[in-house]
């Protein structure tokens, strides 16, 4: 059993797609199928059960899967081991993001950390804050940074930045002659918001309970799974949304969204490390620059 068959199984289990496993690898189809087989044959089990043009894991492949994701997180520990050793001339991190903070928050700061360390190669990978944290409580990640809350008594959990939620509608909305709303008028109108695991999305529902409503006093019309889409539908609809100041910037400097005034609380963003992961010199210096960036 090789690494570069525990990657290449790892990626076909996660993608449940051959094809696009080996895409994402950079290897021909071919190759990756025969990795698969080689495994199968070599220990006389089953991983994955082809179902019409689709596979999926097999019991045993499920059980496999986190065993696979230990050992290549401990050989991953012992290169970065290596690559401290070289003073920060070289290495690799794996970041994981929530959309806001992915999109909106994290890329200059990642290309400033670029430009001071060019031999650091940097992974970004964007999801919801739920994906983000069992990213980094499995290992695939070593930081997180989200912008919903996480409770999770594997991972440090630590402030750092942060937006504004802000309500927004379409230029043709009606809500756009009212000087401010109140609670009880937001169940007057269609919503467009994110799908469930969005920090977004939660901290939505934690301002509802506040002012006595449920999400389910709204009529939610639709839950789109980016912000990008969220806006969107909100800028061609008569719906409203609650969105990240960050992401409605540009809309609303165009026009095409309108802010409506109602209180929501600003929110911080978070930083999430394996309790039991231990730093690297490249991952210090990474939260040195977001944590400069932050102060700033």
């Known amino acids: 059993m090789t690494l570069e068959q525990l990657r290449i199984f790892i990626a076909v289990a996660e993608q449940q797609h051959m094809t696009r496993a080996a895409s994402g690898l950079n290897l021909t189809q071919s190759a990756t199928s025969a990795a698969i087989a080689a495994l199968e044959a070599r220990h006389g089990v089953k991983l994955f059960d082809r179902i019409g043009r689709g596979i999926v894991l097999t019991q045993a492949g499920r059980d496999f899967l986190g065993e696979a994701r230990a050992v290549l997180a401990r050989a991953r520990a012992a290169a970065q081991a290596l690559d401290d050793i070289a003073g920060l001339k070289r ?18 700061r990642l290309l400033r950390f670029r430009q001071r360390y060019p031999g650091i190669t940097l992974q970004l990978t964007i999801a919801n804050t739920e994906q983000v944290a069992a990213a980094v409580r499995e290992g695939r990640a070593d930081l997180g940074l989200v912008e919903g809350e996480v409770a999770d008594p594997l991972l440090n959990v630590t402030p750092i930045g942060g937006d504004d939620l802000v309500i927004v509608v379409g230029r043709d909305h009606p809500w756009r002659t009212l ?29 509802l309970q506040r002012g006595g409503l449920a999400l ?62 231990s730093n690297s010199q490249a991952e210090n210096a990474l939260l040195a620059e977001l944590s400069a960036t932050s102060a700033s």
């Not at 290495?91 to 200059?108: D, E």
């Not at 990008?228 to 409605?248: F, K, M, N, P």
Request: hydrophobic share 40%.
């Open 91 to 108: 290495g690799s991190l794996s970041v994981a993001a929530s959309q806001t903070v992915g999109n909106y928050w994290l890329p200059q």
């Open 179 to 207: 000087p401010r709303l109140t609670t009880a008028k937001l169940t007057t109108t269609g919503w467009v918001l994110r799908e469930r695991g969005s920090g977004t999305r939660a901290m939505f529902e934690a301002a």
């Open 216 to 277: 389910s006093d709204l009529d939610v019309r639709l839950e789109l799974p980016s912000n990008e889409a969220v806006r969107a539908a909100v800028e061609s609809s008569d719906c409203a949304t609650a969105i990240s100041a960050l992401v409605a910037a540009p809309s609303l400097a165009a026009g095409t969204l309108h802010s409506q005034r109602f209180d929501l609380p600003h929110r911080a963003f978070h930083l999430l490390r394996h309790k039991e992961h």
